[in-house]
């Protein structure tokens, strides 16, 4: 499956975005989803995961409550909306994919989009 993440931009402190990311393909319903970020000079870290039907969610602490994640398997696309915003959220964010819907970690994740910047000014 290929990923392409869109979305990104430059947004002030306390503002929104709304991240998509659309895979080709029939099966996107088969994989769990997930978003990653990495900021410079740092790891790729876990932001969010959201299960094939859409059902379970789960969220890292730094953004839980801030952030939400979202799937339409009929337009194979996931999304991660951004509300609250921090300078602390400027990253690169990713988009996964992961067949067997078994972590959260980035080696459970087969397939990656190309990533997205997000920047916040404070």
């Known amino acids: 499956v290929q990923l392409q993440a869109s979305g990104g931009g430059l947004v002030q402190a306390g503002g929104s975005l709304k991240l998509s990311c659309t895979a080709s393909g029939r099966t996107f319903s088969r994989y769990a989803m997930g978003w990653f970020r990495q900021a410079p000079g740092k790891e790729r870290d876990f932001i969010a995961y959201i299960s094939r039907s859409g059902g379970v969610a789960y969220f890292a602490d730094s953004v839980r409550g801030r952030f939400t994640i979202s799937r339409d398997n009929a337009k194979n696309t996931v999304y991660l909306q951004m509300n609250s915003l921090k300078p602390e959220d400027t990253a690169v964010y990713y988009c996964?994919?992961?067949?067997?819907?078994?972590?959260?970690?980035?080696?459970?994740?087969?397939?990656w989009g190309q990533g997205t910047l997000v920047t916040v000014s404070s």
């Open positions: 996964a994919a992961d067949p067997r819907a078994s972590g959260l970690k980035v080696y459970d994740y087969d397939y």
